[in-house]
């Protein structure tokens, strides 16, 4: 891996490498990051921060960000110091090369698809497999050009040399059989065997994009399940509901045992019954894979939420997100009209994709910033990873076709809620990147970028800064943040040894999952930031709104806190101001929430100073696995 380079030669680096970084959160910055980020060196040691940084920046050159001496130096302080930052998957990969074999697949974190034929499947099965996250619509008029499902096939699993498919330990070997099995049941309705000899066994180590191995069990019940949910139509066209279940199957297949990342949303009509009762857990009888996705419904006006959708917001069930499509084509920030073709969202919900399209990101740490300048320094520094990202080859010609046409992506802002006085500078920090853009791409040859800016969760990034996540108010002063971990991972054993707390999880219907552990990390604000308790719903709605006017032309991710009492209000605001001033929105109770082991729990003083008496040191800490957090309960993605 490349570190000492002629953008960043060894004189340069020499004070960053006895520097040691400004970690947010008691120490948990240090430990996402080593845990996330930090790559094996060759010689088994683990990267430390200053060398991220070098390998990203050189790498994002070799891809052709290219940047100048001074801008590259002047990226690194900034990324350094932590003011701002390149999205996580880009953290993890660039400089490596899997960028070599995978293109853009290999920087980007999440995809969009309508489901409307069977390779559809099987894109998200790959991108799943590839560590991204995938939003996917399942409108009726999406899945109803599905073909209606053949009689009496019957897949069948033959651990046997004979089988008629053997299937290769290889992504592309499980997503062959994913279509196979597609194409038995939709279009040559014959029967098939597969076996699985040649997959790898549970805990082997995965090459390229990290993590181990989950075995072969887990695609043979994904097989088995998926077969199940299409015999049920034998003879009929699968409904939308169907085309769910397929999806978080595939995702559940996925992320088994944690040792690989998913995330999923799904986007379904606002009077789809049965899409509406899919997440109703009180009613019993839900699968446990429907946990896989946030779900969300197209209301394209706020006549379009019915009563059913309102009933989960009382503690009934898990609340729906709502996309205002017809506002997210039409404007960008919310003064500028600007066309767009999107027809989905990925599974935060900040960037608006068409179909086969994926997100761009990256971050600035807006309350580490410290004057205007400076943060338009880091757009536009930021922005030409971005753009030299977006001119990359990409596995699926439909993406790369859609990717190289629109040029989208995502300069995101965090920390918001910490930086209150700082919103004024965003409206000419985005006019700046707009010009910018301009110049560049006519510079580079390509089009100009249809989308610039936005706001994602930051759930993971706004840790190693100790910002408050995205638009997002602090939980509390005092809270406990939750993460999950493989069961396997030596971090378990450390973190025990620490005094964290630490738990099975346990799933919807309250049984335990003994491959993934939770711990708990006592956290601390400082007073200066706001808190959820400060903000009412109305007052984070209207900063969200202000965002979208000023700074964000993709969207703004955002899960707003609520207590039962707020919603009258709620519903009273959306009425007035949904169709004009919100292209995507989702909801959570502040607490009561029914969720177990929530991201986050706030504690009273006395009690985080009690876990925190108890706290040793960690003072050694290795990488080589995935750290995974329950996040799209909050309405954030689990995603590197």
């Known amino acids: 891996m490349e570190y000492i380079s002629d953008l960043l030669p060894e004189e340069f680096l020499r004070p960053y490498s006895t520097t040691k970084p400004k970690w947010g959160y008691n120490g948990l ?37 290219d940047y100048t001496t001074k801008e590259a130096q002047q990226l690194y302080d900034l990324i350094f110091n932590l003011k701002c930052n390149f999205a996580g998957r880009m953290l993890w990969q660039l400089g490596t090369t899997t960028v070599d074999r995978f293109g853009g697949n290999s920087l980007l974190n999440c995809w969009g698809i309508c489901i409307r034929d069977i390779d559809d499947f099987c894109f998200i099965f790959e991108n799943l497999m590839l560590g991204g996250g995938v939003g996917f619509s399942i409108r009726k008029e999406d899945v109803h050009e599905l073909p209606r499902v053949k009689e009496d096939v019957i897949v069948t699993h033959n651990k046997t040399n004979d089988a008629d498919y053997i299937v290769p330990d290889s992504r592309e070997g499980w997503v062959k059989l994913l279509k196979k099995t597609l194409k038995s ?32 069990a887990i695609l043979i019940e994904g097989i088995e399940n998926i077969g199940k949910v299409i015999k049920e139509r034998e003879g009929k066209k699968l409904r939308s509901i169907d085309v769910l279940d397929i999806c978080n199957i595939i995702g559940s297949v996925v992320v088994s045992g944690n040792v690989r990342r998913s995330a999923e949303i799904a986007v379904g009509d606002p009077d789809d019954y049965l899409f509406l009762r899919a997440k109703r857990w009180d009613l019993g009888n839900i699968p446990n894979w429907r946990a896989m996705s946030n779900n969300t419904i197209y209301a394209d006006s706020y006549d379009h939420i019915s009563d059913a959708v309102w009933k989960t917001y009382d503690g009934s069930g898990e609340p729906y997100g709502f996309f205002n499509l017809p506002l997210a084509q039409k404007f960008g920030r919310l003064q500028d009209r600007s066309k767009d073709k999107c027809e989905i969202i990925n599974p935060c919900a900040e960037i608006l994709l068409e179909s086969h399209e994926c997100c761009n990101l990256s971050e600035i740490y807006l309350n580490n910033i410290e ?12 922005y030409k990873t971005q753009k030299a990202i977006c001119a990359l080859p990409f596995i699926h010609k439909q993406t790369e076709e859609v990717v190289h046409r629109n040029m989208r992506i995502g300069v995101g802002i965090t920390g918001i809620c910490q930086s209150l006085n700082k919103i004024d500078w965003l409206e000419d920090c ?16 390509y089009p100009t970028s249809i989308r610039l800016t936005t706001v994602k969760p930051s759930g993971t990034l706004s840790l190693l800064s100790g910002s408050t996540p995205g638009v997002h108010p602090a939980y509390a002063n005092h809270f406990i943040r939750r993460v999950r971990m493989s069961s396997s991972d030596a971090l378990v054993d450390i973190c025990r040894d620490s ?107 006395e009690e985080y100073e009690k876990r925190i008496s108890k706290i040793k040191e960690i003072k050694n800490i290795e990488s080589g696995e995935d750290l995974r957090e329950l996040e799209c309960a909050g309405g954030a993605c689990p995603i590197k």
């Open 29 to 65: 910055g240090e430990i996402v990051y080593k845990r996330t980020y930090s790559r094996i060196k060759e010689d088994g040691i683990n990267e430390e921060w200053w060398e991220t940084v070098a390998r990203c920046i050189n790498g994002a050159q070799r891809i052709g960000a």
């Open 185 to 216: 049941y939709f279009f040559t309705g014959k029967s098939f065997t597969y076996s699985t000899l040649l997959v790898r066994s549970s805990g082997e180590s995965i090459g390229g994009f990290g993590g181990k191995a989950s075995g072969p």
């Open 371 to 382: 004057t205007k300048a400076e943060l338009k320094k880091c757009a536009k520094l930021l």
């Open 430 to 445: 985005y006019d700046d990147l707009k010009k910018f853009d301009i110049e560049w791409s006519k510079k580079k040859g």
């Open 499 to 605: 005094n964290y707390p630490t738990e099975y999880a346990r799933r919807f219907d309250g049984t335990e999952d003994h491959s993934t552990v939770v711990v708990e990390f006592p956290c601390h604000i400082n007073g200066r930031t706001i808190l959820a308790e400060d903000m009412t719903a109305i007052r984070q709605l209207e900063l969200v709104k202000e965002i979208q006017t000023k700074w964000s032309d993709n969207s703004v991710s955002v899960t707003v806190y609520y207590h039962l009492e707020e919603l009258d209000e709620i519903k009273e605001w959306m009425k007035k101001n949904y169709e004009k001033s919100l292209k995507t929105v989702s909801f959570l109770l502040h607490s009561d929430h029914g969720f177990e082991q929530a991201p986050y729990e706030e504690i009273s003083k």
